[in-house]
């Protein structure tokens, strides 16, 4: 007696929201939450590294920008263990390893090895990012892939929002080193929890034939109605054998939408990494002084929350035209920050008005990247993504650095960083109805026969 095919992809797409999916969020919420953590220790620890090294901004730019740099090497590489060994595999090692390196940092004994811990440590911290989108995005119904990985990403930002807290609060009595140890210590945790209740990809279960338990495990954990016989097979109807290879990133209209979505995530990085590595710093030696600037750094981040929050359904409406907006509308926020002489109430208004916006095309970009790959390749193709934003990641702070070693004044220096903000609108623009007709293009090839 030959049984059923059940169609997983078909499966995926035709089911509501409910448990399992917000499970899988808060989950991947978690992990991106100490993620984000992890990223903006750098930049609080600044101040305080400045004073116990006695370095120069150019050379703290450097700090910043050195596990920034490892996003080069680290997307990729994680991106192609998630395509093989499974993305709940090297999410959770990959914490562990991210983990250990950023704890590591408190033992430091010159600014020459912290440079060198900060770069191993952001391999994993890079490497992290994407396979948990690539995982939300394969358990995700096609209407609400977008709004899923924006709420998931919050994480990040609301990680670089208890930095703030934790500094505003421990450092004075700490030292720079407590927040090492929390971000050093915390991935370790979470990793151990999610080992035992995060799902693993069904897409990459069943392209990899791995055990059937396992499939059926999860298959009646996102639909416990669902009856499976023993002589059932399952598919994935989006899986083409052809798409393994790496030159699946740049078949049909992917040979200009790829390359056109890695400038814009330069473009948008570049912007992003300046400002969340130097606004403490920046802020901190204005009129606003040490608290304000911890304020409006933790304010920034929190705007980025809301933001995630507001956008996460207009993405799913409208796709990528929010992205060239956002782009548009960051332009002013951000020369705002740097005028000389503004009120300090004002300059908080335009660091959240900024924070919405950047944090926001984090979110658009991300959480649009994905659908555009096949599944196959999918954690390769938003590995490489995130690899490609992390050239603009790593250029920013460091450019910053540099110029404020040069006695470059702060609103020259924000003046400057509106540039890769209306290159991206001019970008974005552009790949706006490519998107679409990619996406509606992956809809009608994925949508199994009747």
Known sequence: MSGKVVDVERLIDNKKMGAFHFQVIALCFLMLLIDGFDISVASFAGPGLIKEFGVSPERLGTFFSAGLVAGLVGTPFFGFLADRFGRKKIITWGAIFFGIFTWAAVTATSFDEMIVLRFIAGMGLAGIMPITVALVSEFAPRKNRASMVTLMFIGTTAGGGVTGLVATRFVGEFGWQILFWVAGVAPIGLALLLMAVL?????????????????????????????????????????????????????????????????????????????????????????????????????????????????????????????????????????????????????????????????????????????????PVRGRGVGFCFAIARMGAAIGPWVAGFLIHRQVSIPVLFMLFTVPLGLGCIVTSIITPLYRGQVLKAKDSEAPAM
């Open 199 to 375: 799902p693993e990809s069904l897409h990459f279960l069943i392209r990899r034939n791995y055990d059937r338990d396992q499939i059926v495990r999860t298959l009646r954990w996102l639909e416990p109605s669902l009856k499976i016989d023993d002589a059932d097979t399952f598919t994935v109807s989006a899986y083409k054998p052809a798409e393994v290879r790496t030159a699946a990133l740049f078949a049909g209209r992917l040979a200009v939408l790829t390359p056109l979505i890695w400038a814009a995530n330069v473009c948008s990085m570049t912007v992003f990494y300046f400002v969340n590595s130097w606004l403490p710093v920046l802020l901190g030696s204005s009129s606003l002084g040490p608290d304000r600037a911890a304020m409006a750094a933790t304010l920034y981040a929190f705007a980025g929350s809301i933001g995630g929050v507001l956008l996460s359904a207009p993405l799913d409406r409208v796709g990528f035209l929010l992205v060239p907006v956002l782009f548009a509308c960051g332009i002013p926020a951000l020369f705002s920050i740097g005028i000389a002489g503004l009120p300090p109430e004002l300059v908080l208004t335009m660091v959240l008005v900024t924070g919405f916006c950047l944090y926001g095309l984090q979110f658009g970009i991300i959480a649009l990247e994905g659908p555009l790959f096949p599944p």
